[in-house]
């Protein structure tokens, strides 16, 4: 078995009295697609910043492809791409110009680069604008072409800091393809930060969870859901008395509810039985329900179990994606 | 884009370290390209300084030439030269790479870190000698007559962009500290007392007072007199003396600003 390409072991970071990352412990197989997962400010930067050697690590350590990030940063370099948060270009210079420039610090020949510029072309596919200056380019342009400049000397290990944050759709669906044929036809392997539940979710064959600067939760998406529960019914109240939640958790087959702002989450083995004596129990405690949604659990529903709180900005993402399925839906109280 | 992607590669390739002097030619290279790009950035370096020589020398020919029994075109040439490469870098782009994050893209690379910085210098180099050209090439339309001849006004202009390198020091030492385009841009304060209290005007036989003693401490005082002397006087002894005087204020200047810049890289790259 191949030795893992990247090992971290209780890394921390800290700026000045806040730690961004608290000791986090991780094991990546090479090959395996890894999400980590977690809101804006989480710590998800400052993790891949430490890994690419940005940032020295303030505690503990961190290995990437079998070299130390403090000690040997010169020897990860070799082994890494990175593309991160934002399109890190030289708006001045060409697309092409950028690539070969960058080439061209991997220490590749004239033969290799004109290659590999040729290769990732055909990969992020940015046509006849590779001879534009970048500064011409749409956002989701610069987002694949700082793909392709993480690319283009082959890494065996490839960062990528929120790829496709700020993308419309289209361009998401594209990186999203681009990250799964590097996967799969280079063996490459991806650490993947994101803040889009359905981005870690259809992609990663591992996701990590942080918050805060710790990793509270890793596993498979699907074993992950399997922790909250086998479906989620989402009320919407505007009026809840303390006796309805009671009642609901009194409720044959209701496994936990989780009530936050005007949701009531309650996570129920069958979710189909459950929908009905739940609607009477809001309704019999005085409830005044808006509307009552059953669904299979996301990765929001973990995260909200794990730290009682959503993921930011994921109501979009989910709405474009279309990722809770099953999702019958009754409008109004019953 | 493609549906079918093929990223299989034919080339096999091995990132490697590329080696010192093609990260400092891939570097340089790079910021040569910028110049063109950016003309804003570069044509007022050459039209201002042209400006000012022709306007003192309608303005203050007659009653300073006459009054130090000098030929004022000849004598403010160096001036006009000086002021044209003088605080002319990249370090503007290299503040834009610090905040849009190509420079950590490029410090993720096996790049050595001492090329980012001497690329950059060496495009400066290019640059402030392709702009003492045209300013020298006025100087000789309006009458100056060099008594070195062609091989002093060779010199005369590597002289000049020397310093023009020189002083980029200051600008890419505030850029790779701070970070912030302002700063920078108020890096070109340093540039008026450099230049103004010196013999920029008179000779330093006419200045008096503290703008003398302030003078006989800059280093600019010797550089204008080393140019001078290619201009005004013929090769010999005293021409020379004059000339090594001028690289020592360049060297004394460089000891200085290069060394600052290169502290401020050293912070700059190492891992906070």
């Known amino acids: 078995m191949d030795s893992p390409a990247i090992v971290t072991e209780d890394i921390a970071r800290r700026f000045g009295d806040y730690w961004a990352v608290d000791g986090v412990d991780l094991t990546i197989a090479a090959g395996e697609i890894y999400g980590f997962l977690g809101p804006n400010g989480a710590g998800k930067s400052t993790l891949v910043r430490m890994l690419c050697t940005l940032l020295r690590p303030t505690r503990g350590r961190g290995f990437v492809a079998g070299h130390d990030v403090a000690r040997h940063p010169e020897l990860v370099r070799l082994q890494i791409g990175v593309a991160l948060q934002d399109a890190a270009l030289d708006d001045r210079q060409t697309g092409r110009e950028l690539l070969d420039l960058q080439a061209r610090l991997y220490g590749l020949r004239r033969d290799e680069r004109l290659a590999r510029v040729a290769q990732v072309l055909t990969l992020v596919d940015i046509g006849t604008a590779i001879d534009r200056q970048i500064h011409t380019y749409s956002g989701g342009m610069k987002r694949r072409l700082d793909l392709a400049a993480a690319l283009i000397h082959d890494p065996q290990i490839l960062f990528l800091d929120e790829p496709t944050t700020g993308l419309d759709p289209e361009s998401r669906a594209a990186v999203w393809t681009e990250v799964r044929a590097l996967q799969r036809q280079r063996g490459t392997t991806i650490f993947l930060t994101t803040q889009y539940l359905e981005e870690a979710d259809e992609l990663a064959d591992r996701v990590g969870i942080i918050s805060s600067g710790h990793l509270v939760a890793e596993g498979t998406p699907d074993a992950l859901k399997r922790t909250v529960g086998t479906d989620v019914i989402v009320a919407t109240v505007t009026e809840l008395p303390s006796t309805a939640l009671d009642a609901v958790r009194a409720l044959a087959g209701v496994e936990d509810v989780v009530c936050r702002h005007d949701e009531l989450m309650v996570h129920a083995d069958d979710g189909a039985a459950a929908m009905s004596p739940v609607a009477l129990a809001l309704h019999g405690s005085g409830a005044t329900v808006k509307s009552l949604t059953l669904r299979t659990p996301t990765l929001d529903d973990v995260f909200l179990q794990l730290t009682g709180s959503h993921l930011q900005g994921d109501a979009a993402a989910l709405s474009s994606a279309g990722s809770s399925t099953g999702t019958p839906s009754t409008g109004g109280s019953p | ?272």
């Open chain 2, 1 to 272: 884009m493609t549906d079918v992607l093929t990223v299989r590669s034919p080339v096999a390739v091995q990132a490697r370290p590329a080696g010192f002097l093609v990260d400092l030619i891939s570097v340089a290279q790079r910021a040569v390209r910028q110049i063109p790009r950016e003309p804003a950035s570069v044509v007022p370096a050459l039209i201002v300084p042209i400006f000012f020589y022709v306007l003192n020398i309608g303005a203050l020919s007659k009653v300073t030439g006459a009054a130090a029994h000098i030929d004022f075109k000849s004598f403010e040439l160096p001036v006009a030269v000086v002021f044209a490469v003088t605080g002319v870098s990249r370090a503007s782009s290299l503040v834009t790479d610090i905040q849009n994050g190509y420079f950590d893209r490029l410090t993720i690379t096996p790049v050595r870190r001492l090329p980012l910085l001497l690329g950059l210098m060496m495009a400066d180099l290019a640059l402030v000698m392709a702009l003492a050209v045209p300013v020298l090439l006025v100087g000789l339309g309006l009458g100056v007559h060099f008594r070195t001849g062609v091989p002093g006004m060779v010199l005369f202009v590597v002289l000049s962009g020397i310093w023009g390198l020189v002083f980029t020091g200051l600008p890419y030492a505030i850029a790779l500290k701070t970070g912030n385009p302002g700063a920078v841009n108020a890096s070109f304060v340093l540039f008026f007392p450099i230049t103004f209290l010196s013999t920029t005007f008179v000779p330093k036989s006419a200045l008096e007072g503290w703008l003398r003693t302030v003078a006989t401490y800059n280093p600019m005082t010797y550089i204008l007199f080393g140019l001078r002397a290619l201009v005004s006087e013929p090769w010999s002894v005293a021409t020379a003396t004059a000339v090594g005087d001028a690289v020592l204020a360049v060297g004394a200047f460089g000891l200085v600003s290069i060394s600052l810049a290169l502290l401020a890289l050293r912070g700059r790259v190492r891992r906070p």
